[in-house]
């Protein structure tokens, strides 16, 4: 499985599932972002639905999908991080500090959208699919926390982009590869390995089914009908 | 590695309070003078125009009355999804509704705009007064079929005028309710 490149030469390192999402997350945060700005807390609340399913979905192929999207080869300790930082690291995908970073983008969005469930709009016009399992002052109370946790969201954002911005001073481009999904590699690095489509495809059903389930109301969320 | 991504949040927290609140300020800012413009030229159109002691009075009657709607609202929703509704908990919802609409444009008057402390009406108001009178009067025409419904004991026709209340409530606060903070 593992073999070893030519010095230099372009090999995949992001496979499309992991592109995919990454690119429709970026999306639907900044979609979630402006739609509640702009009087469409309906659509806010489908974009936040979609962004659970993603992260369900992250989450997942995290464990089932290619070499580089594994939590277990990207995760690492302070050690390694620390190694990272004085230059004893090389490998492909996530490095160790970058790992962090990816880590506190999901957990971050994830609490971003499991706050979402349980909020409910000033107006009592929009709800979240479980508001209705929490009274309404604590729906209320999810709702400033919510509104508050976008900026830890926003920061880790803004840190994520400055991120790419020094490695790209650096003379190292982190935006290229996660469109093609390609990058040069380091002679002896190895190979990323796929993972398989029909468990792609199986981890987004799962995923899909968990979200609409949620959104259903079915047993343990209560009843709940969409709004219209 | 909890903890260091524990102490990154929290640092983020603290730094990104100052940035979005800053550019609302401003806006804020930018509110008031165009708002005091406008609020000139509403008040030759509008003839009663309160002092600056009563506006603070009106000004907290309309927060409890909004907030009181707003919580009818929340309840009766509530309610009707609950999958068996109490027709008396409706009825108390509906009639605070029924009762607070009519109260909506009498707790506008000019001179109770952003220019004079803290609210969230905006200025178009008493700019576009003739558009605001008829979404006010459009809730509460929303909000009496309501009540008739729940007072009626018909909890399909509440169903029904359900959606016609949210969209009242949108129809007016979209385009003459600033944003919250």
New interface residues.
């Given amino acids: 499985m593992a073999q070893n490149q030519a010095p230099g030469s372009v090999q995949p390192i992001w496979d499309l599932p992991i592109r995919l999402v990454h690119w429709t997350l970026a999306g639907l945060v900044a979609f979630s972002w402006w739609s509640v700005?702009n009087?469409h807390t309906d659509w806010h609340i489908w974009s936040g639905c979609a962004i659970l399913t993603l992260l369900i979905f992250r989450l997942l192929w995290g464990f089932v999908g290619s070499s580089t999207a594994r939590f277990a080869n990207f995760?690492r300790?302070?050690k390694t991080v620390l190694a990272y930082l004085r230059g004893r690291w090389s490998g492909i995908g996530h490095t160790p500090l970058g790992a962090?970073s990816v880590?506190?983008l999901f957990?971050?969005i994830a609490i971003q959208a499991t706050l979402g469930l349980f909020s409910?709009d000033?107006?009592?016009?929009y709800?979240g699919p479980l508001s209705?399992l929490v009274s309404?002052d604590t729906?209320d109370k999810v709702r400033d926390v919510h509104?508050?946790w976008f900026?830890?969201v926003?920061?880790?954002i803004a840190?994520h982009v400055a991120a790419i911005v020094f490695y790209r001073f650096r003379g190292r481009h982190l935006t290229k590869p996660m469109i093609t999904g390609r990058a040069a590699v380091d002679a002896g690095t190895a190979a990323m390995r796929p993972g398989k489509w029909w468990a792609a495809l199986l981890c987004l059903a799962v995923a899909i089914g968990i979200v609409r389930w949620i959104v259903a109301g079915g047993p343990p969320f209560g009843?709940?009908?969409p709004p219209? | 590695?909890r903890i260091?991504?524990l102490t990154?949040?929290c640092c983020?927290?603290l730094?990104?309070?100052g940035?979005?609140q800053t550019s609302q300020a401003n806006n804020a800012q930018a509110n008031i003078s165009d708002s005091r413009d406008e609020n000139q030229a509403a008040a030759s159109s509008l003839q009663a125009r309160v002092s600056a002691g009563d506006a603070a009075k009106v000004m907290h009657e309309r927060h409890e009355a909004m907030e009181g709607l707003?919580?009818?609202?929340?309840?009766?929703?509530?309610q009707l999804?609950?999958?068996k509704p109490d027709i008396d908990a409706v009825r108390q919802q509906t009639a605070t509704m029924a009762t607070t609409a009519p109260r909506i444009p009498g707790l506008f008057p000019a001179g109770t705009g952003p220019d004079a402390g803290k609210t969230r009406a905006k200025p178009q108001i008493w700019t576009e007064h003739d558009l605001f009178l008829r979404r006010a009067k459009d809730f509460e025409i929303a909000a009496q079929a309501i009540d008739a419904a729940a007072r009626a004991g018909d909890l399909n026709k509440v169903m029904a005028s359900h959606?016609g209340v949210?969209k009242a409530?949108?129809a007016c606060?979209?385009p003459f309710r600033a944003?919250?903070?």
Avoid: Q, Y
């Avoid at chain 2, 707003?70 to 509530?78: N, P, T």
């Fill in positions: 700005h009087h995760v300790g302070p962090l880590l506190a957990v971050a409910e000033e107006d009592g016009i709800t209705g309404i729906s509104e508050l900026n830890v926003l920061g880790l840190l009843h709940w009908t219209s | 590695m260091a991504f990154v949040a983020l927290v730094s990104d309070c940035g979005p707003g919580k009818a609202m929340k309840a009766l929703h509530r999804e609950s999958g959606d949210d409530c949108k606060h979209d944003p919250e903070h």
